[in-house]
């Protein structure tokens, strides 16, 4: 039985994480000497231009303890690396690379986003919290044209024509909108670096430095000089580097499956690389994370995705988890047990073994699932409670607006992180609290992300979770929708009566008398643990 003060032998288990997802340069401002590069200072539209966040600005929450207190224990960003330095229009304003998914040099960090320095002091703060850091990761595409970034080689890139969907090509060999180059990630040919790394490299006095370790990773894996290898080169080197614990995976259904088999190789040889070459820095004995963003994939679908008529798994021998777009929609039609048990059954069924990602709001997802914010206490229960890992878009524990009146398209996604309301509006505090209740629930009881779910009594609602994996054992017990004040759950099924537990929401301890357990709280909700 678990003991309250073992809860640091509790096991990371990516199945029932409780992830973070942010937009690194909408979070938090640590360092505002590097707000301005590349003389990007077009006047962009509304939301569609740098606004600060940084490195440095994550490394100080981690250090704070903002992401502890929410009981976080995995935090995802967007790409960090070199963006294009020109703007471009396409049709909602001027837009700078602020996302991080134009890329113009998979080697190099923004320098609005920072150093490697300030990577390295992240990955290390964060794991010092028992945090795992994820990168994401773009093969698919160069960043768009412009007058300052030209094109890549016809030989890397094809600039037309555009995806349509209603075929498996005419989803992959394509470009996803006009003016972003597609990646040639099918041609087997060896390419010549494009002139223009060539150039960049060769001013920053690292030319060759990065051809000889180019020359190094061609050499050992055998692969030919493909457009699609020395962009998997690139991005591994932040694993072997910089021991970063996973990658969330950008516009997975645009490139051929086989490829992120090719992927999952190379990122596992480079994550058994850094172990081996920096002992005290390993975690656990979890492999290298990867989670695709197959936009459109549901739970419902299982491990097939159906790409325009072809059947494509893209959990074999690639990743561990996709994300689940379904889980919106199934928030809101469906009750807590319907939930909980549609969940139960999948994961621990056709998709045993694996995982999906959950999420209630995105950067580019325009419906999310409470939209003008008026439900975030439910939010929170329904993610946060749900089997799978949980991914929670910055400000959904704080109730950021996702709806900002003069803006176009996503960019009403994308508003700063709300710092002042978590300051000063009670009613952001409130909903924040609840969160964090939840979250660090969540983190200390693998149960109930990756565990089995069973319904103990329909009225009151009260349910359990269990999870065994090797010698570790979690059992958990919760009440949702309860009254207010006095309450009885019934626990004998599962507890003798004279244990002691604890109700994490109210903060107090309870004694199982005669296979029930009372409790006094002004909460509609109990999350008991084994004291």
Not at 460 to 482: A, C, T, W
């Amino acid at each position: 039985m678990l003991e309250m003060d073992e809860k640091k032998e509790v096991p990371f288990v990516w199945e029932g994480a409780n992830l973070y997802f942010l937009l690194t340069d909408r979070f938090n401002n640590g360092d505002t000497s590097n707000d301005l590069n590349f003389d990007r200072t077009k006047a962009p539209g509304k939301l569609r231009g740098f606004e600060g966040g940084d490195l440095k600005g994550i490394i100080q929450k981690i250090e704070d303890g903002y992401f502890s207190d929410l009981g976080v224990n995995a935090i995802w960003m967007t790409p960090i690396v070199e963006q294009i330095h020109g703007g471009t229009d396409e049709g909602t304003g001027v837009t700078y690379g602020f996302h991080g998914y134009w890329t113009k040099d998979w080697t190099a960090i923004d320098p609005n986003f920072g150093t490697k320095e300030d990577l390295r002091k992240l990955v290390d703060a964060a794991h010092k919290k028992g945090i795992r850091v994820l990168l994401d990761a773009v093969i698919n595409h160069t960043g768009p044209v412009t007058p300052l970034d030209p094109v890549w080689p016809d030989e890397w890139v094809r600039t037309d024509p555009a995806c349509d969907y209603t075929t498996y090509d005419s989803t992959i060999m394509c470009t996803l909108v006009k003016n972003l180059p597609d990646i040639k990630t099918e041609s087997n040919d060896a390419v010549a670096l494009p002139p223009q790394l060539i150039e960049k490299w060769k001013a920053e006095g690292r030319y060759e430095q990065e051809v000889a370790e180019l020359d190094a990773f061609f050499e050992r894996t055998g692969h030919p000089r493909a457009p699609r290898f020395y962009i998997m080169k690139w991005l591994t080197d932040y694993i072997t580097e910089f021991g970063i614990d996973g990658y969330r995976v950008d516009t997975v259904k645009h490139i051929e499956e086989s490829v992120w088999q090719e992927f999952r190789t190379e990122c596992d040889f480079a994550f058994k690389q850094f172990k081996t070459n920096n002992p005290d820095a390993v975690l656990d004995d979890n492999g290298f994370y990867l989670v695709g963003e197959v936009y459109g994939y549901g739970i419902s679908a299982g491990k097939s995705y159906d790409l325009a008529g072809t059947s494509v798994n893209y959990f074999d021998k690639a990743f561990n988890s996709l994300i689940n777009f379904e889980f919106k929609y199934d928030a809101a039609k469906l009750d807590y047990e319907s939930l909980f048990e549609k969940y139960t059954m999948a994961l621990n069924g056709p998709l045993k073994g694996y995982g999906v990602l959950n999420y209630l709001s995105s950067h580019d997802d325009g419906e999310p699932f409470d939209a003008s914010r008026e439900t975030p206490f439910e939010a929170g229960t329904k993610l946060l409670l749900s089997p799978g890992t949980s991914q929670t878009y910055y400000g959904d524990e704080s109730a950021r607006a996702l709806i900002i009146e003069g803006t176009e398209g996503d960019a009403t996604l994308r508003s700063f992180m709300n710092w002042e309301d978590i300051v000063s509006n009670d009613s952001t505090k409130a909903v924040l609290e609840h969160w964090q209740k939840l979250g660090q629930f969540r983190k200390n009881h693998p149960a109930i992300g990756a565990g089995i779910h069973q319904m103990i009594t329909e009225s009151p609602y009260v349910f359990y979770r269990s999870y065994k994996k090797k010698h570790f054992e979690d059992l958990v017990i919760i009440g949702l929708d309860l009254p207010k004040g006095s309450k009885s759950l019934q626990v004998g099924r599962l507890f003798e009566d004279g244990t002691q537990l604890y109700d994490a929401y109210s903060n107090q301890n309870v004694t199982v008398e005669n296979g029930s357990v009372q409790i006094d709280s002004e909460f509609d909700m109990v999350l008991l643990e084994p004291k």
